[in-house]
Each structure stands twice: as C-alpha cells, then as structure tokens.
C-alpha cells in the first residue's frame, strides 16, 4: 500500500511559478510509473503530467506543455511539478497518482492504483 501526500498548493497571481511535491509513504514508488492529474470545480479530473520509472519518459497534456515539467527523485520517494506562467485556468485541486502496473507513463485516469488527496492550486488575473 502506498500512500501520497501532496504539497505546495497555493494561491498566485497569473505568471507566477509554483512547485508541487507528491511524497510517498509506505514503499517505494521507484516501480512505478506516476502521474499528476487536476479536477476544477464543476470539471472532469483531467490528466496534467506523468512520468516513467526512471523520469527518462515524460507526457503531458496540450494546455501545460512548455509551461509545467514533472520529476522525480526516487532516492527521496517524491513527485514534483514544477508550474511556470501560471494562468487562470490552471486553478484547479492537483491530484498525484502512482501506477503500480507500468513502467511507462499513461494518460488516462483508471489505471493509477493510488491517489493522494490533492492540493489546491489558485491562480489570480
């Protein structure tokens, strides 16, 4: 069993950087492949970022790419995202997921066997 805390949520104004940490607990995530994932109010949970067990492989979803970078340290057991140019759209609750099942990074929502509780993230105009 793995469980997953995030941190780093906060409220910035637009073009600001933020940092979102996903730490492990309970074993190593070294095995599996994670991913980040965000659900505004009113909205579906969407895909963000995931990354490979190694962080040699990386996806992202259209709206952060060039603006957000997943990585990971697995000797620290953590996640993290780093957000840049943050916009108002990117206001939403971040959610850090762990796929014990892969190796590689997957987009979708269901194959992600461990959620954390997710941290808030607000971005002014």
């Known amino acids: 069993q793995v469980h997953l805390v995030e941190s780093g949520g906060a409220l910035v104004q637009a073009g600001d950087s933020l940092r979102l940490s996903c730490a492990a607990y309970?074993?190593?995530?070294?095995?599996?492949?994670m991913g980040w994932f965000r659900e505004a109010p009113g909205k579906d949970r969407e895909f963000v970022s995931a990354?490979?067990?190694?962080?040699?492989?990386?996806l992202y979803a259209d709206p952060v790419k060039g603006r957000f970078t997943i990585s990971r340290d697995n000797a620290k057991n953590t996640v993290y995202l780093q957000m840049s140019s943050l916009k108002p759209e990117d206001t939403a609750a971040y959610y850090c997921a762990a796929d014990r099942d892969s190796a590689l990074p997957r987009r979708g929502a269901s194959p992600y066997d461990y959620w954390g509780r997710g941290t808030q993230v607000t971005v002014s105009s």
């Open positions: 990354i490979s067990t190694t962080g040699s492989t990386t």
């Open positions: 309970g074993r190593t995530i070294s095995t599996y492949a």
